[in-house]
């Protein structure tokens, strides 16, 4: 079955800090993968996707994931966090006829 | 080019009712799709509608329908509400005529449902 895990809830980081969050997919096929950021009370804003090609793929914001096929993971990484980054993070990975299947979601605080 | 929109904003409830959530997608886009996200979770596909019919459904009651229209624009409904179906309800419209291998979703700013 098709799946997305973000094995953390919460994270906290200090301003300045790097940043990774996790996310392991479980899909048959070539995935098409995508991490989203939800501010409070907003909808989804894309930060990235990955549908083939290099591993490393830019996003906005200053956000990056590197697709790991042999460890199923798209994890995020950001090299210094702003204040503004706080926010929910989620991973989706793409199915057919575009449906998103989506992780629980890793809440991002950020302490200046 | 304004982007996708959804009305209402809030919506309460009570158990029993009927509510209707109305979504527009974003110009040219011609798929809409459904998402419920419930408070602490990750959005969950719901259905999609294109050309005016269902095309896929997720594992939701029948409870739930849709409907899009000639314009695109779509509807979804919930019947015999339940405590359990306060979320945020999340529209996102997409086109086949895109491009590339996968046509990227654009999302509202979903419609914030409360039954008591």
């Known amino acids: 079955a098709q799946s997305v895990t973000q094995p953390d809830i919460h994270i906290t980081v200090s301003e300045g800090a790097s940043l990774e969050l996790r996310c392991n997919y479980s899909y048959g096929a070539t995935p098409y993968l995508f991490w989203y950021v939800q501010s409070p009370g907003q909808g989804l804003q894309l930060l990235l996707k990955?549908?083939?090609?290099?591993?490393l793929v830019q996003g906005i914001k200053g956000f990056e994931a590197e697709f790991k096929r042999s460890q199923s993971s798209f994890n995020l990484r950001k090299p210094s966090v702003h204040w503004s980054d706080a926010a929910e993070y989620f991973c989706?990975?793409?199915?057919?006829?575009?449906?998103?299947?989506f992780g629980t979601g890793t809440r991002l605080q950020v302490f200046p | 080019d304004a982007g996708v929109t959804q009305s209402p904003t809030h919506l309460i409830k009570t158990r029993g009712q009927q509510v209707t959530l109305r979504c527009s997608p974003k110009?040219?886009?011609?798929?809409v799709s459904w998402y419920q996200q419930a408070l602490g979770q990750g959005p969950q596909f719901i259905f999609q509608y294109y050309e005016e019919e269902e095309r896929q459904r997720g594992n939701f009651p029948d409870r739930f329908s849709g409907h899009q229209f000639p314009n695109y624009s779509s509807e979804l409904n919930v019947n015999a509400l339940l405590l359990g179906d306060s979320a945020l309800y999340l529209c996102?419209?997409?086109?086949?005529?895109?491009?590339?291998?996968?046509?990227?979703?654009?999302f509202g700013p979903g419609t914030r449902l409360t039954v008591l």
């Open positions: 996102a419209s997409s086109s086949p005529t895109s491009g590339g291998p996968y046509n990227e979703q654009f």
């Open positions: 110009s040219g886009h011609d798929t």
């Open positions: 990955y549908f083939s090609g290099d591993t």
């Open positions: 989706a990975v793409g199915a057919k006829t575009d449906k998103l299947i």
